[in-house]
């Protein structure tokens, strides 16, 4: 079965949503917070655990990260391979543009529902998530039209599907997910 690449805006539902895809189907998950973990480890970190990137350590490494793009660069050939290989869901930001391979899927939806996702997410205030959210659309769109010369959240021409996820909940948007990859993926490439 061909890779399934999950991309959107922070807070989207992109995480949820590729596990649920994942357990539908049998396949493995792979993001990129999850390569760079394999490659802090390949440093000698020993990176565990969801909050990990929020200990002492995991900033150390995050640090060091921004001072290269080397590790997204790194980050991104892992994922291709993974791509490449098939039989997994993938969530990225930037892997629909590089990629060849898979079925890309974009999940969309407006600041106000990701907020309240991600309040809901991190037990926290949904102003100050409306405000990590608006940093956050910046900055992705200013690092990856730099880097890549991708007009990420604006761009989705690499898309197969475009599901809008203001107003239905994670299972159902992974169940649109589910029949279209049902219907359009039994490819390998």
């Known amino acids: 079965m061909n890779a399934i690449i999950v991309s959107g805006m922070p807070a989207v539902g992109k995480t949820t949503v590729s596990k649920l895809l994942g357990d539908a189907l049998g396949l493995k998950v792979a993001g990129g917070g999850d390569v760079l973990k394999e490659m802090a480890a390949e440093e000698g ?15 150390e490494f995050l640090k060091k990260r921004k001072r290269s793009a080397d590790f997204d660069r790194e ?3 892992r994922l291709l391979k993974k791509a490449k290989a098939g039989d997994v869901v993938i969530t990225s930001y930037t892997l629909p543009w590089l990629s060849d391979y898979g079925i890309k899927i974009w999940l969309s939806g407006s600041v106000e ?33 730099k880097h890549y010369r991708i007009e990420f959240g604006r761009d989705f021409k690499p898309f197969h599907l475009i599901i809008d996820t203001d107003d239905i909940d994670e299972r159902r948007v992974a169940a649109i997910a589910l029949d279209y990859v049902k219907n359009h993926g039994k490819g390998s490439g």
């Open 45 to 59: 970190y020993t990176p565990g655990g969801e909050d990990w990137w929020d200990t002492e350590e995991g900033i």
């Open 75 to 77: 980050v991104d050939e």
């Open 113 to 145: 529902s990701r907020a309240s996702r991600m309040a809901k997410r991190d037990r926290t205030d949904e102003q100050k998530c409306r405000e990590i959210i608006a940093i956050r659309d910046r900055e992705n769109y200013e690092i990856y039209k």
